[in-house]
């Protein structure tokens, strides 16, 4: 059989038409995701709260229970914001894309969030002077640069950079560590950037 | 800027993040440095003065990082100025494979574990290093040579040969084990040479030629807290050209802006053959001694000095040697990855060669160093 120009067409019309459908299904199944993981994040986080309240309670939930609890629930809220990141750019990823399988959108997105999450302003929340450098790699992820400081009193140097050369719309954050904890943070300026935009 | 402090250095590497890198993706990753100098000297030994100077790259050095979880490698590639033995090239190539808890399997071209300070100029307090005299005892054989009679024959040793006896290879080939915890450090490593004698090999060879050799390095390192770490650990060859052995152990304190260090090394070399001016050549052993002392303070975020005390002391056939080296430096890092550092060196050589030779003299040593780290 020969492959003409009307064929071609016409099988790209026939794949977009049945693929459709898987799509659909796709946002359907992720916003099902969604709506599972909050609610259980809803009931987790209302059993640490029922947990952590009163003398009472307390003596009545041992310490490593609250600490599974306190994990669960920090993974939990991972989970969900790798979906609501998934939700927030799947659809026209998917459209777009030529791999069209939702598990490679869910490990794309999953990827994308885990080494760019230092991109959102809430991720610097817990990074203070004092934390560990392992908290600031959960908080963050792993720095896309760093440098063992040849200053005196500090050990490490991770910086977190969208562009070392663009000034106008690059993020730019920084941090110092002695002894493996936090020394200083330099944050994002992420209204700048934001006007900027 | 920081040494390689034992402890340091094994409880950092227990953390696959704490190396300082550009990262390219999640399996490769480049780190390295530039380190360039102007050094001037002028040495005064049994009357006879020199000076001299030298201006140039010293040192370039870029490590590939590769990451594949259980598995790690590293591969560094240098261009080292003066390097007499030619090795250029490839400075380390080793992988490691890391155990289910948490120990460390190592496979090929590796640092020796043993020692104070670091191998790079990134990790010192100075510019030179404690036990390196090279130029005053290149004076000193100079010296030596012109002496009417003296003739370091082939297969014999000169004062520079003594005193590289002392100091373990930098770098090795072999398989080594390492377990790391929070304050702890234990590694053992079964390697070609220790001292360079008859390396590339592990035994094995019945020809007469003498080029058969294995080593054993083993070393433990605690943290007692409060600042002070304890390090020890020995290197063990045996050479068909002579068993050598090495004990080296040392103590830091920190405490505030301060750094103490102090070190000290004992070693033992078989069946050395010595040939100095007119004198017979002998063969024996050679017993060394060396130390160090050594604090740095830091004055500002950017600023530290330190003071060092270091010394060899040689006890060979007819033969011996004692060195003293007084350093002071200033450290000034202009930013992050770019450190300024001045230092001025006092050294001190006597010599006695069983009467036939009893010299001593000196060599004061100016240095400026730029150091860029990436």
Not at chain 1, 26 to 39: C, G, P, Y
Not at chain 1, 40 to 49: D, P
Not at chain 2, 171 to 186: A, E, L, M, N, S
């Amino acid at each position: 059989m020969r492959i003409t120009s009307p064929k071609v067409w016409a099988v790209a019309l026939v794949a977009t038409v049945l693929s459709t459908p898987i799509y659909a299904a796709d946002a359907d199944a992720t916003a099902d995701r969604m709506a599972q993981l909050e609610a259980r994040l809803i009931a987790m986080e209302a059993r640490l709260a029922e947990a952590e309240a009163g003398p009472q309670a307390a003596s009545n939930v041992s310490e490593a229970r609250m600490v599974e609890l306190e994990t669960r629930l920090a993974e939990a809220e991972q989970e969900t914001k790798e979906v609501k990141a998934l939700a927030a750019t799947g659809g026209n990823v998917s459209q777009a894309s030529i791999l069209g399988n939702a598990a490679t959108f869910d490990i794309l997105a999953n990827s994308a969030w885990r080494n760019l999450r230092w991109t959102q302003a809430e991720q610097w929340e817990g990074v203070r002077p004092g934390v560990s450098m392992a908290a600031v790699v959960e908080a963050l992820g792993h720095p896309p640069r760093s440098v063992d400081s040849l200053k005196p009193r500090v050990d490490e140097v991770f910086y977190y950079e969208t562009s070392i050369r663009d000034d106008g719309n690059s993020l730019r954050g920084k941090i110092s560590f002695r002894k493996g904890k936090v020394l200083t943070v330099q944050k994002p300026n992420f209204k700048a950037n934001k006007a900027a935009q | 800027m920081k040494n390689k402090i034992a402890i340091a250095s094994a409880f950092l590497a227990a953390s696959s993040f704490s190396m300082g890198k550009i990262v390219v993706n999640d399996f490769l990753s480049f780190e390295g440095f530039v380190d360039s100098s102007y050094s001037t000297n002028q040495s005064d030994i049994a009357g006879t003065e020199e000076s001299d100077n030298s201006f140039q790259v010293d040192q370039v050095e870029i490590s590939w990082l590769f990451n594949f979880d259980a598995v790690t490698a590293q591969i560094d590639l240098e261009y080292e100025d003066g390097d007499e033995d030619n090795e250029d090239g490839v400075e380390q190539a080793f992988v490691n494979l890391a155990l289910s808890n948490g120990d460390v399997i190592t496979a090929g071209r590796y640092a020796s574990m043993l020692g104070f300070e670091a191998f790079e100029p990134t990790g010192l307090y100075q510019y030179s290093t404690a036990y390196d005299f090279s130029s005053i005892l290149g004076d000193a054989n100079t010296l030596i040579q012109a002496i009417p009679g003296a003739d370091a024959g082939a297969g014999t040793s000169n004062v520079e040969d003594e005193v590289d006896g002392l100091a373990t290879s930098e770098y090795v080939q072999g398989v080594k084990y390492t377990r790391t915890t929070d304050t702890t450090f234990f590694g053992i490593s079964l390697q070609d040479q220790a001292f360079g004698n008859d390396g590339d090999r592990l035994g094995g060879d019945d020809d007469d030629d003498s080029d058969s050799s294995f080593a054993v390095e083993v070393a433990g390192s605690i943290d007692l807290g409060n600042g002070l770490t304890v390090f020890a650990g020995g290197a063990f060859e045996d050479a068909d050209s002579g068993d050598n052995q090495l004990i080296n152990a040392y103590v830091t304190y920190e405490t505030g802006a301060w750094l103490f260090a102090a070190e000290v090394n004992v070693s033992e070399s078989e069946d050395v053959a010595v040939q100095i001016g007119g004198l017979p050549p002998t063969t024996g052993d050679v017993d060394g001694l060396g130390y160090l002392l050594m604090a740095n303070y830091a004055y500002s975020d950017v600023a530290s000095v330190t003071g060092r005390i270091s010394s060899l002391e040689f006890d060979a056939s007819g033969v011996d040697l004692e060195l003293f080296k007084y350093t002071v430096a200033h450290n000034y890092a202009l930013s992050d990855n770019l450190l300024l550092v001045t230092e001025i060196s006092l050294e001190d050589i006597d010599l006695d060669a069983d009467g036939f030779l009893d010299e001593d003299g000196d060599n004061l040593v100016f240095a400026v160093e730029l150091l860029f780290s990436f």
